[in-house]
Structures are given as structure tokens and as C-alpha cells.
């Protein structure tokens, strides 16, 4: 019992030193420490991992960049910088998988960098470009999107592992920045003039595509691709084949690119419904 208790005292003046050397130092910030598990066993891991949240870091600052850009009206910019923060966001899950570095702290950032890239910087690039003139419906479209982005990655964290990798469940935060960001994209490379009922109408798409974030509609998440492993040779020559286009027509290309797959959502709900209403009728006249 006695050992039991200088054992514990000991434990106690030694993180008290710790704690007494972090508040001597110039800024004094603790170090991460997290608990998980390891060969079957409960261990305490301190630091973060480097290269993935490096990568997180670059999608955050990519997307605050593009508020920056949006509110000075340089969409171009704006638009560049989302895209950019989509593939830096692509990135950091698929490296941390595959170099074993996935951590809760690195979850926790990817979901905040992601508010920001791809639901408040859209919103307001949005907001900047075509809802200034119509006062009240404006900020409110562009806060129905945001707000809809939000609950659509804390949904996303909360189900996480419980349902099909296959796909997910509403439509993903960086395709819907995709498709809310590219239209200014496209608008300010054509110099497109907004009106009053033009405004509107886009409002009325961006709080359409921000419900279909937070939809039932199941989205292929082509986690099933193995980068690991072995693909179709013509699975390669495709991909050369979409870079090449892209890089022809980024702007029209990208922002059809990310119509296209907003809309599979419903379009997949349709089709298994009226497969669901042929069954039942081909059951009933048997």
C-alpha cells in the first residue's frame, strides 16, 4: 500500500514538472497527446503526424485564401483556390490511410479546414459576386448553404465507420463548393452580368445544392479504388484523356464536372424507386 502511494506521488511530481516546464517556456502551448490503441494495448501518443495534416493546413489556408479573393472580386482567383483546397483535401485522408497515420486529431482538423474551405468561403464568394442587390434573400441563401455544410460534416463525423464505404450519404461539402464556387468561376471569365431575377435563381441553387448536402441521396465514393494495387490500362489512358480536357477548359469543364455528379444523387433515388414500383407491380399481376 505504501509503494502504492509513493508510486503515485511520483507519477504526480513528474507531471507536475512537465506541466511547470511548459508554463516556463516563451509560449507556453502543451504538447498533443492522445490515447489509443495499439496491438491491443492502451497507449498515450504524443505529437501530431507531419505530412497529412501538412497537407489539411494547405487545404485550410487554400480555402481563406479564396474569401480573401472573393471579397476583393477577383473570382478567378477565388475559384483556383477552391479547387486547389479540394485536392489538398482528397489528399490528406487517402496519405494518412496509406502511411498508417490517421489520428483523431487529424479528423478533427480535416472537419474544421473543411467548414472553412467548402462552407463558408463559397458562401461568401457567392454572396460577393451575386447577392449584394437583393438584400435579405441574399445573405440568407448564402447562410442556409453554409449552415447546411456544417451539419453535412457533423453528420459525416458521427457516422463515420458505421455506414457503406461505397458511398456516402448526401452530397459531399467539396463537390458542393465545386458547383457554388465554379458558377462565379465561369460568370467572371464570360463576364456575365447579374440581374435581380438572376440573383435569385442562384440563390435558389445554392440552397438547393446545400439540402442535397444534407439529403439522403447516396453518392458513389469511389473509396473502392485501390491506389495501391493494380488498375485497367485504359482506366490510365481515360485519366490522361480528363486531364487533358480539364486542362483545355478548366472552368467550364470543372464546374460541369460537379453538376454532373450533384445531380447522380437524385437521379440514382429515382431509379431505384421506380425499380422498387416495378417490382410491386410485377408481384401484384402475379
Known amino acids: 500500500m505504501r509503494m502504492t502511494n509513493e508510486t503515485e506521488n511520483g507519477e504526480q511530481e513528474l507531471r507536475d514538472a512537465e506541466d511547470q516546464e511548459n508554463y516556463d517556456t ?6 498533443h497527446e492522445e490515447i489509443v490503441s495499439e496491438g491491443g494495448k492502451t497507449v498515450r501518443r504524443r505529437g501530431i503526424f507531419l505530412l497529412p495534416n501538412l497537407l489539411t493546413l494547405g487545404a485550410l489556408f487554400a480555402g481563406f485564401y479564396a474569401i480573401i479573393a472573393g471579397m476583393a472580386g477577383n473570382f478567378n482567383e477565388a475559384g483556383w483556390a477552391i479547387f ?12 494518412a490511410r496509406l502511411t498508417n497515420t490517421q489520428s483523431a486529431f487529424g479528423a478533427q482538423f480535416d472537419s474544421l479546414s473543411d467548414m472553412v474551405s467548402f462552407g463558408v468561403a463559397p458562401s461568401l464568394i457567392m454572396f460577393s459576386w451575386a447577392f449584394e442587390d437583393i438584400g435579405r434573400f441574399g445573405w440568407a441563401a448564402s447562410f442556409i448553404y453554409m449552415s447546411c455544410a456544417a451539419l453535412r460534416l457533423a453528420r459525416f463525423n458521427v457516422q463515420l465507420g458505421t455506414t457503406d464505404k461505397r458511398f456516402f450519404v448526401g452530397l459531399q461539402s467539396p463537390l458542393a463548393a465545386g458547383v ?8 467572371y471569365r464570360y463576364g456575365l452580368e447579374i440581374t435581380p ?3 435569385i435563381g442562384l440563390a435558389a441553387i445554392t440552397v438547393f445544392i446545400g439540402l442535397l448536402m444534407i439529403s439522403n441521396y447516396r453518392y458513389v465514393s469511389f473509396k473502392e479504388i485501390d491506389f495501391k494495387g493494380t488498375v485497367p490500362y485504359l482506366f490510365f489512358v481515360a485519366a ?3 486531364l487533358v480536357v480539364i486542362a483545355q477548359n478548366p472552368h467550364e469543364t470543372l464546374l460541369f464536372m460537379s453538376v454532373s455528379y450533384a445531380i447522380t444523387g437524385p437521379l440514382m433515388w429515382l431509379y431505384r424507386k421506380q425499380q422498387g ?3 410491386k407491380r410485377d408481384l401484384s399481376d402475379s
Open 277 to 279: 414500383l416495378r417490382v
Open 240 to 242: 490522361v484523356v480528363l
Open 84 to 95: 486547389i483546397a479540394g485536392i489538398l483535401d482528397g489528399l490528406d485522408g487517402r496519405i
Open 180 to 187: 457554388i464556387t465554379f458558377l462565379p468561376w465561369v460568370g
Open 197 to 199: 431575377a438572376m440573383a
Open 26 to 31: 516563451l509560449l507556453p502551448i502543451d504538447e
